[in-house]
């Protein structure tokens, strides 16, 4: 049976729970702005009642609190993570392709059009009076200003390569640091909870955290109850396969500079990422998304175009032979000198390479020279230079590049080859390309104590120049194929800066040097259409800035588009989680009545106290 003073402890609890709720609403106002808060909500529920020995049964308690709860939907935190993973890619990509734009951007004066026509215009120029040497000065430095603007265009790709690679570091870093906190903050929340206690603002700082790890890369998230007493709960978040966070522990990511390139105008030092514990990370895996994904295709990015074939060799030995290839043109050929070999299911490094043309098939037969003997028979093994990466990044776009300065200098140079200067001797190179390791200029042409004047179109060539793997001698120019020649080395002949004279013009040194059938040809490749698949040179580079365009505008469009997708999802988890001040301002008062009820309650029954003990007594 309840006490006479049973009413005090009614009123009693009201104003612990009221006074509760009335901090609950104050945690949530001051709150209001914190990123990454829950609203909490306090649940009350009717205290236990009493059994009495009256008619009516049970006697009511008063008011208890049942606890503190977040208002929180998982369902809408992971669609939140999905979504976000996928801005993540599509906003990065965005912001690089963009600036690949603006690298290609052709309305500028030193644009590629304006640069191309006045070297045209200046052949016009030419062929009015091809024995000018005035003229042929200004037809030389029209074209050195293409091939430096080839150049600065390459500088600005190996730019961007380099600031791609750069924020690979840079987000392992922050996904290694982000992974130790939710680690940390798992077990403060286990160590608070298991106890019986609410971790509900810890929790929140750890889902904060997973939101920041959702826009690197796609992970998911999986929290389980250990044992059956409850408050101790398995946490654990995986991406790309591997475990970044299993209960209070992480396990790190780190960046390996790579030993060899992949492609030809690679830069070096690009990362490879490895799991510490050497679990294996595969870092072209197309389900790993967010801003990681990005990045790699974007610097690694090839369009699927990398060298492949069929390789057959017995275990024990150094030299390895590639045929039935995919790329069997010198124009589009852009596998490093040195670097790494895929043969069947494992890498192996080469130290030079030399390509010959088979005569039945007319494909390239690639021997590739491994620093390391194979390890095992190789019968019709599938074999690779780097990977297939489905995207258009900046290793695609050099060899677009690349292709245009072989295919266009090849085609000029021929042409120059056929004629004679003023000094009646045979024509030369007029663009060449300048060694890397030297700083020599190639000849893509006879030796000098050839007899042959007429181009020699190299079908057998090595990546060192010269014998196999050996240095050119002293006396000789480097000389080789146009596999040496990149849109970063491109440049024009020295030796035809300084004397104009070893220009051609005429084919036919009696004519004299007023005859300019050499330089009607060299005008008439500006409309060969048969030079490139895109047809003529201008359309070729002209189709190349539109390719970018389109690709810039359409990663543009999905981060836009994923953008709008995303907020509308944050916009559905604030619904329920977010902090509506002025609903907290009602509740404030709410509570503040309810609080004051309860105190005169207290008050109500003091007054009858008082009545029965001090004003009834005899």
Request: one cysteine or more.
């Amino acid at each position: 049976m309840a006490s006479t003073f049973f009413g005090l402890n009614i009123g009693q609890t009201g104003l612990y729970t009221y006074q509760s709720a009335l901090d609950t609403t104050a945690h949530n106002i001051t709150n209001a702005e914190t990123e990454g808060y829950s609203r909490q909500v306090m649940s009350q529920q009717a205290s236990k009642a009493l059994p009495v020995n009256s008619t009516y049964g049970m006697a009511g308690t008063g008011v208890s609190v049942a606890g503190v709860n977040q208002q929180r939907d998982d369902y809408f935190d992971v669609k939140y993570w999905k979504n976000n993973t996928i801005y993540g890619e599509y906003s990065t990509k965005s912001y690089y392709m963009t600036e690949i734009e603006n690298y290609f951007n052709d309305v500028s004066v030193d644009g590629f059009t304006t640069t191309y026509n006045s070297l045209n215009d200046s052949l016009q120029e030419l062929q009015k009076n091809p024995s000018s040497l005035t003229v042929r000065t200004q037809v030389i430095n029209y074209a050195k200003s293409l091939t430096e603007y080839f150049n600065s265009v390459a500088v600005d790709m190996n730019s961007i390569q380099d600031e791609c690679n750069f924020e690979i570091r840079n987000q392992v870093d922050q996904i290694n640091s982000t992974s130790s906190q939710i680690a940390a903050l798992t077990q403060q929340i286990n160590t608070l909870e298991v106890n019986g206690g609410i971790a509900n603002d810890l929790r929140d700082q750890r889902a904060l955290r997973v939101d920041e790890l959702s826009k690197l890369a796609n992970i998911t998230v999986t929290e389980k109850t250990v044992g059956t007493a409850g408050g101790l709960t398995s946490y654990v978040v995986k991406m790309n396969g591997g475990s970044l966070v299993d209960g209070n522990k992480s396990y790190k990511l780190s960046v390996v500079p790579r030993s060899e390139k992949i492609n030809q105008n690679d830069i070096d030092g690009l990362y490879d990422i490895e799991w510490e514990n050497g679990q294996k990370f595969d870092s072209y895996n197309k389900n790993m998304g967010g801003s990681l994904q990005a990045l790699f295709e974007v610097r690694d990015g090839n369009n699927q175009f990398n060298l492949t074939g069929t390789v057959s060799a017995n275990s024990g030995d150094n030299f390895v032979t590639m045929t039935d290839t995919n790329i069997n043109c010198v124009e589009k050929m852009n596998i490093p000198e040195d670097g790494k070999i895929t043969v069947g299911n494992r890498d192996y490094a080469y130290t030079g390479f030399e390509v010959t043309t088979d005569e039945a098939t007319g494909k390239f037969v690639y021997t590739f020279e491994l620093q390391d003997q194979l390890t095992a028979d190789a019968e019709e093994a599938v074999s690779s230079i780097g990977k297939a990466i489905d995207y258009k990044g900046v290793p695609y776009y050099m060899s677009k590049l690349n292709e245009f300065t072989r295919t266009y200098a090849k085609a000029f140079n021929d042409i120059e080859r056929k004629g004679v200067d003023l000094n009646g001797a045979a024509g030369t190179d007029l663009f060449t390309a300048t060694s890397k390791l030297s700083g020599e200029e190639y000849t893509f042409g006879p030796l000098e104590d050839s007899e042959d004047y007429s181009y020699y179109d190299f079908t057998t060539f090595n990546s060192q120049t010269g014998g196999y793997y050996s240095e050119p001698e002293a006396n000789k120019p480097l000389y080789g194929s146009y596999y040496f020649m990149t849109a970063s080395n491109f440049t024009i002949n020295s030796a035809m800066l300084e004397d104009t004279s070893l220009m051609t013009t005429s084919t036919n040194e009696v004519d004299g040097s007023e005859s300019n059938d050499i330089v009607d040809e060299l005008i008439a490749l500006k409309s060969n259409k048969e030079l490139f698949d895109n047809g003529a040179p201008d359309g070729y580079y002209q189709t190349l800035i539109a390719e970018v365009g389109i690709d810039t505008d359409k990663a543009n469009t999905f981060s836009d588009s994923q953008n709008n997708i995303l907020d509308s999802i944050k916009n559905q988890r604030l619904s329920i989680s977010g902090v509506d001040v002025d609903e907290e301002a009602m509740s404030l008062v709410r509570y503040q009545n309810a609080y004051n009820l309860s105190a005169k309650v207290i008050t109500v029954m003091n007054e009858i106290y008082d009545k029965l003990i001090n004003e009834m007594g005899v």
